[in-house]
């Protein structure tokens, strides 16, 4: 199935990045996944200033889909956004 590109920003310890995590991969859907919490340095840097082009507040997870952005775990707008 043709879907946008996803690129999920997470933490490693978040429940919620892991529900988010775990539902892309149980729906087969290729995604790119930054774990903010474990770079460093400019990495890091450069990866937060990312998150806040698309989420101001840098709340994790921030999931761009296409041109969406869905900030937290929020099935149906992911399903919505995937064509699922």
Not at 17 to 46: H, M, P, Q
Not at 47 to 66: A, K, Q, W, Y
Not at 69 to 80: L, Q, S
Request: net charge negative; hydrophobic share 35%.
């Amino acid at each position: 199935m043709d879907h946008p590109p996803v690129k999920l920003y997470a933490l490693s310890t978040c429940g919620h990045c892991r529900s988010a995590r775990n539902f892309l991969d149980a729906n087969g859907i290729e995604y790119i996944c930054i774990e903010v919490d474990l770079t460093s340095g400019e990495e890091r840097k450069n990866v937060l200033d990312e998150v806040r082009g698309f989420n101001p507040n840098c709340s994790f997870p921030t999931l761009v889909i296409g041109d969406k952005v869905i900030v937290g775990f929020k099935e149906p707008e992911i399903r919505e956004a995937l064509g699922l």
